[in-house]
């Protein structure tokens, strides 16, 4: 007889929202978990970097508070108590969601989960991992003590993923950190070059470029945020340039070396050259954190990348096993590994469920920040869509100059003949808060029409995604219309 009804292995947004969901559904639960609860989200990435980022937002108002009228003599900052109060946010948040796992009758089972079987794993003491102690987080490092054989029914994988890691001379040097060594740096490095200007590296790049580090951006795409519409990454570029972060597009990094105190960092491309740098943090993606879990002996297969494919609800190859969020590949987002999580729980309970994948929002946490659902515009053309693009400038709302930050821009991309809204693409502030209409719009196969037809609050911010449907139907109000021809 099975130990539970369900095992789920990982602890992160979507391993402990699917272990809450299963539990609610009357399934016994386990959980096994190595390090605190929350994952990488809450513990190495989406809570803790914005926090930082919240303290060096209040730097910059700070900062520029004479424009509003404001007076702030002897502006310093406390970098060990940024990263205290970062600390304490997360003990805070990871601790709750121990909490909520107890209040929903799930048993958390400490320790690396290895399969002994597809529906069998054995738990072993796990390495240290001093995330509130400053210094990198290292992997878990199963010993042979302490080992507990757990049964389930079903079992659900949710390990997640670790940065990966940059095949070039020089890439294991000191001072080479990951996003998760950044957490380690006690100081602000002086001088500082991100390899990578997706969403990790241009957060960090945006975060150290604030507290006054020297700071390089070298990206091998066109733009920064590649996977973004394309206005989207080029006005960041512009953005950074003009604040002072140095952007290398179509550059790659060919090799790191130590150089005196510091390192020397080679870059080819157009223009090849060498950067110093105190500290070289790479942001160039994430890679499955499957290593040590035993697939092959519960017979569950990856694809070429080491991610595990699964169908539309969840399930592996192997019956009865099912994996979530990160280490399935579709999209490496904490917000998707949740509703995977959910769906998951759900198929297992008996009880319908899906997700649609074609409507997932993502957010960057720069200034100004970036966030973005459905399809960018050359996307909806690729897939053969005939299409207007809209775009409204936030220069344009009342809200955004009494704020105090109306660069930027919302673009809505439309079906020409129905104006069906396939894609919307914002770069400003509040930008992570807007595009919930986006998504809204999405699902409900909103169009222009509705969307301009429907009463927004003003002075907000929100007018934006109103205001730009009414561009993409030819009525602008608050911008000129387009010169006739």
């Not at 190495?44 to 926090?51: E, F, L, R, V």
């Not at 150290?208 to 070298?218: I, K, L, M, R």
């Amino acid at each position: 007889m099975p130990e539970f009804d369900l095992l789920v292995i990982g602890g992160g947004p979507g391993g402990y929202v699917a272990a809450i969901r299963a539990a609610q559904r009357g399934l016994n639960v386990g959980l096994v978990e190595k390090e605190r609860p929350g994952g990488v989200c809450l513990n190495w990435g989406c809570i803790p970097t914005k926090a930082m980022l919240r303290s060096a937002e209040v730097f910059h108002t700070v900062a520029h508070a004479a424009d509003f009228g404001i007076y702030a003599d002897n502006l310093r900052f406390d970098y060990a108590a940024v990263r205290q109060r970062k600390d304490g946010i997360v003990k805070e948040l990871t601790d709750g969601v121990a909490g909520l796992l107890k209040a929903n009758g799930v048993t958390i089972i400490e320790g690396h989960a290895r399969f002994t079987s597809a529906t069998t794993v054995e738990v072993v003491e796990a390495g240290p991992s001093p995330i509130f102690e400053g210094g990198p987080r290292y992997a878990a490092a199963p010993t042979a003590t302490a080992v507990r054989t757990v049964s389930a029914k079903d079992v659900i994988v949710a390990t997640g993923s670790v940065p990966a890691v940059l095949p070039i001379p020089g890439a294991d040097l000191p001072g080479v950190i990951t996003s998760d060594g950044a957490f380690g740096l006690t100081e602000v490095p002086k001088r500082l070059v991100v390899i990578g200007g997706s969403a990790v590296g241009a957060e960090w790049a945006n975060l150290f470029h604030e507290f006054g580090a020297d700071v390089t951006v070298v990206e091998m795409q066109d733009r920064l945020v590649p996977l973004e519409d394309k206005e989207i990454g080029t006005a960041l570029v512009r953005s950074f340039t003009k604040r002072g972060i140095a952007v290398l597009t179509g550059a790659t990094v060919t090799a790191i070396a130590e150089a005196g105190n510091g390192l020397t960092v080679t870059v080819g491309g157009a223009k090849p050259q060498e950067l110093p740098a105190d500290v070289v943090l790479v942001g160039v993606g994430r890679r499955p954190n499957t290593a040590e879990l035993g697939l092959d002996v519960a017979g569950i297969d990856t694809d070429a990348r080491g991610f595990i494919p699964v169908d539309e609800h969840l399930r592996t190859g192997v019956e009865h096993v099912y994996a979530i969020g990160d280490v399935t590949g579709k999209a490496l987002l904490a917000h998707v590994a949740s509703h995977q999580g959910l769906v998951a729980a759900d198929t297992i309970a008996g009880h319908a469920a899906h997700i649609d994948y074609n409507v997932i929002p993502a957010a960057t946490f720069t200034h100004p920040e970036i966030a973005s659902v459905g399809l960018t515009e050359d996307a909806a053309k690729a897939a053969g869509h005939d299409i207007v693009a809209a775009k409204f400038p936030f220069a344009a709302l009342g809200r955004a100059k009494s704020f105090g930050d109306q660069e930027g821009f919302l673009k809505i991309v439309a079906g020409k003949q129905h104006g069906e809204v396939l894609g919307v693409h914002i770069i400003g502030p509040s930008a992570s808060d807007l595009i919930t209409e986006g998504a809204l719009a999405i699902s409900l196969e909103a169009t222009l029409d509705e969307l301009a037809e429907t009463i927004h609050a003003h002075p907000t911010l929100g007018e934006i995604g109103m205001e730009a449907a009414l561009v993409g139907l030819g009525l602008p109000v608050h911008v000129a219309p387009p010169r006739k021809r």
